[in-house]
Nanobody
Framework: QVRLVESGGGLVQPEGSLRLSCAAS????????MRWYRRAPGKQRELVAG???????NYADSVKGRFTISRDNANNTVYLQMNSLKLEDTAVYYC???????????????WGQGTQVTVSS
């Protein structure tokens, strides 16, 4: 019914930039908050950034000033612009969204498949 499809991951050098995209598709009535999580090897999954339907944003302290989350409501897409990448940013990045499916009252939380970001010299 609903899918979150991510793209943009890959290998990048330290101080480099990368932009992740996540497009939601399916029988979507509306999308509330959208988020990016990441899971580094040996670590717990953490919230990287979030954005509300109105465009309010929040970031993990570790990425403030370097990452920017944005969304295109017309295309049900959320982006994560990652600048000044560090080795510590290496992780699998996951898209997450609270979505109301057409014909259903409740919000449902969906996850993307994850995309690998590797920062290496």
């Amino acid at each position: 019914q609903v899918r979150l499809v991510e793209s943009g991951g890959g290998l990048v050098q330290p101080e480099g930039s990368l932009r992740l995209s996540c497009a939601a598709s399916g029988t979507i009535f509306s999308i509330n908050a959208m988020r990016w999580y990441r899971r580094a090897p040996g670590k717990q999954r953490e919230l990287v950034a979030g954005i509300t339907s109105g465009g309010n944003t929040n970031y993990a302290d570790s990425v403030k000033g370097r990452f920017t989350i944005s969304r295109d409501n017309a295309n049900n897409t959320v982006y994560l612009q990652m600048n000044s990448l560090k080795l510590e940013d290496t992780a699998v990045y996951y898209c997450n969204a609270d979505i109301r499916i057409t014909g259903w009252r409740s919000l449902l939380n969906y996850w993307g498949q994850g995309t690998q970001v590797t920062v290496s010299s």
